[in-house]
């Protein structure tokens, strides 16, 4: 069935560092890709997504691009903000279900 | 246009008990579907519903648990005997259609603790 791997977290970093949040899935066919994000006591918000190889998905400076050749969705960000403490999750959508990664919570110190 | 709405936001219930969870999909939004968070877990796939029809329970446990989405009113999931290992954060979200590329939106959840 299908999966999703994501980089186990915490991950904490300083304001303005480099973020990279890996992701592996697997699936059959060719799944839509998802980054979602989960503020503290909030439900899940889509952040960005890609649905076909090669796509890349962008929304406040998050980036992740559609690798089919190694089915990965790698979530990145040159310079994080303490507003971006959260927990993300990547997730792939071949049919009406989504399946998620376990997330990985991201911690930005001033 | 207001979102995902679900409620209780936090629902305590004893070993024996009953919950029932309450989603009321955005406005024209006719296909709902509920997700379980249990800690330190991605969200899980339980159930996709259209109005008056269950389209997909696969994700449901086979006991217990059951849901409906009747012509009026709120998308329901129902817990009977709810045991501690049903402990979680329970999410539902609603799209207009069921299409691939149809975006989903997430209520911000129901934490249902079983003492």
């Known amino acids: 069935g299908d999966s999703v791997t994501q980089m186990e977290g915490p991950v904490t970093l300083s304001e303005e560092a480099f973020l990279t949040i890996n992701c592996t899935y697997t699936a059959t066919g060719y799944p839509s890709l998802f980054w979602y994000v989960q503020y503290p006591g909030e439900g899940l918000q889509l952040l960005l997504k890609?649905?076909?190889?090669?796509d890349k998905g962008s929304n406040k400076g998050f980036e992740a691009t559609y690798r089919k050749e190694t089915t990965s969705f790698h979530l990145e960000k040159g310079s994080v903000q303490v507003s971006d403490s959260a927990v993300y999750f990547c997730a792939l959508r071949g049919s009406y279900q989504l399946t998620f990664g376990k997330g990985t919570k991201l911690s930005v110190i001033p | 246009n207001a979102g995902v709405m679900q409620n209780p936001r936090h629902l305590v219930r004893r070993r024996g008990q009953e919950a029932r969870l309450r989603c009321s999909p955005m406005?024209?939004?006719?296909?709902v579907y509920w997700y379980r968070q249990l800690p330190e877990e991605g969200l899980k796939f339980m159930v996709y519903?259209?109005?008056?029809?269950?389209?997909?329970e696969s994700g449901m446990p086979k006991e217990r648990f059951s849901a409906e989405f009747p012509k009026e009113g709120p998308s329901i999931l129902r817990i009977q005997q709810v045991v501690r290992g049903d402990s979680a954060a329970y999410f539902c979200?609603?799209?207009?259609?069921?299409?691939?590329?149809?975006?989903?939106?997430f209520g911000s959840g129901t934490q249902l603790s079983v003492l």
């Open positions: 406005k024209g939004h006719s296909h």
């Open positions: 519903l259209q109005k008056e029809n269950i389209i997909d």
């Open positions: 979200a609603s799209s207009p259609e069921g299409g691939l590329n149809e975006k989903l939106f």
């Open positions: 890609a649905t076909k190889a090669d």
